[in-house]
């Protein structure tokens, strides 16, 4: 089974300073199709969770483009260029790239303000 | 509007059963495979079980298997998720989405205990 590991697992950040959350899968995430399906998801306090990017890089309509991904393989990264109040929550990435039979969520990463 | 309204969630002893279902609209429900994800209290994200859009592929968390069966019934926009053999550890608000777009319900919670 594909493992995600994410760090770190708090991450504390001053508001308009840069963010970044690494995640890593125990298996190579390039799928026979050429794609990654390496997935992050925001959730914010009280909220259900909300995709912000998909396939490693690509932003969901809405997400502010001080989100970004990037990585390959087995290693990916999450980067928030100014962090926001707004920003404040857990973020998890995914793999879905050995799906079937399995998807697996990595540990969350919680952003909160210093 | 796209919609996912998750129900059949309750507090229920452990060793008995639930069903839980997923009612979707506003997007084409048999385009895409839907998957439950589950959290528990003050935990992360855990993917619990999915379904290809023709059922053809399926597949569960070890936790889960052997006593969840995902299913859906395309005609009604809805999926399923029967749960036997309940635990403590089944405790958690279950959502249903399809994750590869940014859909998600409220989720329904599950309360397994005596």
């Known amino acids: 089974d594909v493992v995600m590991t994410q760090s770190p697992l708090s991450l504390p950040v001053t508001l308009g300073q840069p963010a970044s959350i690494s995640c890593r899968s125990s298996?190579?995430?390039?799928?026979?199709?050429?794609?990654?399906?390496l997935n992050w998801f925001q959730q914010r306090p009280g909220q259900s969770p909300r995709r912000l990017i998909y396939k490693v890089s690509n932003r969901d309509s809405g997400v502010p483009d001080r989100f970004s991904g990037s990585g390959s393989g087995t290693d990916f990264t999450l980067k928030i260029s100014r962090v926001e109040a707004e920003d404040v929550g857990v973020y998890y990435c995914m793999q879905g790239t050995h799906w079937p039979p399995k998807l697996t969520f990595g540990g969350g990463t919680k952003v909160e303000i210093k | 509007e796209v919609q996912l309204v998750e129900s059949g969630g309750g507090l229920v002893q452990p060793g008995r059963s639930l069903r839980l279902s997923c009612a979707a609209s506003g997007f084409t429900f048999d385009d895409y495979a839907m998957h439950w994800v589950r959290q528990a209290p003050g935990k992360g994200l855990e993917w619990v079980s999915g379904?290809?859009?023709?059922?053809?592929?399926?597949g569960y968390a070890d936790s889960v298997k052997g006593r969840f069966t995902i299913s859906r019934d395309n005609a009604k926009n809805s999926l399923y998720l029967q749960m036997n053999s309940l635990r403590a550890e089944d405790t958690a608000l279950y959502y249903c989405?399809?994750?590869?777009?940014?859909?998600w319900g409220q989720g329904t919670l599950v309360t397994v205990s005596s």
């Open positions: 989405a399809p994750l590869n777009r940014d859909y």
């Open positions: 298996q190579s995430l390039v799928h026979s199709d050429g794609n990654t399906y």
């Open positions: 379904i290809s859009w023709n059922s053809g592929s399926i």
